[in-house]
């Protein structure tokens, strides 16, 4: 596999690639150096691959509880699968978590009511958006794969360096 240093030693270089991996997912687009661009695009889509091929894989199962006043309900109970807990694990491990943030002009009790049961929102949005949105690309054109476009922009004052832009397609 072709490893590009990029001028970090290995747990820098980790890191900041998974922090890149994370923006792109979170924000849809960001611009760095096209060599960052281009290794943090790889991460990206395998991240996606390896939701996609398990973002719906959820067993359901009815249990019977008893309510306040002693009554019998039925509550259905969805987990996730062996196949998605375990890419959920993986993808864990790579990317940063991101939390939500209030909107400009949204009150409290909307952004908490929006929030509640969100642990991991990233997480949550690549399985929940991400994942169905690009499964259902792959069936329409038959191929899999291109989640991300790496787009070359301007030469960066400073430094001289080729700058780009990664965006989700």
Same mark, same amino acid.
């Given at each position: 596999?072709?490893?590009?240093? $990029?001028?970090?030693?290995?747990? @820098?270089?980790?890191?900041?690639?998974?922090? $890149? &991996?994370?923006?792109?997912?979170?924000?849809?687009?960001?611009?760095?150096?096209?060599?960052?661009?281009?290794?943090?695009?790889?991460?990206?889509?395998?991240? $996606?691959?390896?939701?996609?091929?398990?973002?719906?894989?959820?067993?359901?199962?009815?249990?019977? +509880?008893? !309510?306040?006043?002693? /009554?019998?309900?039925?509550?259905? =109970?969805?987990?996730?699968? =062996?196949?998605?807990?375990?890419?959920?694990?993986?993808?864990?491990?790579?990317?940063?978590?991101?939390?939500?943030? /209030?909107?400009?002009?949204?009150? @409290?009790? !909307?952004?908490? &009511?929006?929030?509640?049961?969100?642990?991991?929102? $990233?997480?949550?949005?690549?399985?929940?958006?991400?994942?169905?949105?690009?499964?259902?690309?792959?069936?329409?054109?038959?191929? @899999?794969?291109?989640? +991300?476009?790496?787009?070359?922009?301007?030469?960066?004052?400073?430094?001289?360096? @080729?700058?780009?832009?990664?965006?989700?397609?």
């Amino acid at each position: 596999m072709d490893t590009r240093k $990029l001028g970090k030693p290995t747990d @820098q270089r980790l890191a900041m690639l998974s922090n $890149l &991996a994370t923006d792109i997912l979170w924000y849809g687009h960001i611009e760095t150096t096209f060599d960052r661009a281009k290794a943090a695009a790889r991460m990206v889509e395998k991240i $996606l691959t390896l939701a996609i091929n398990s973002y719906e894989d959820v067993v359901t199962s009815e249990k019977v +509880t008893l !309510d306040g006043n002693g /009554k019998e309900k039925k509550v259905t =109970v969805s987990k996730d699968g =062996v196949k998605k807990l375990n890419a959920r694990r993986r993808i864990i491990a790579m990317v940063e978590d991101r939390q939500e943030h /209030k909107k400009k002009g949204e009150k @409290q009790a !909307d952004f908490e &009511a929006r929030t509640q049961g969100i642990e991991m929102p $990233l997480i949550e949005k690549i399985f929940d958006d991400l994942a169905p949105k690009y499964a259902e690309r792959n069936k329409e054109t038959g191929k @899999q794969g291109g989640y +991300t476009r790496v787009i070359k922009t301007n030469i960066r004052r400073g430094d001289n360096a @080729q700058m780009a832009l990664v965006e989700l397609v």
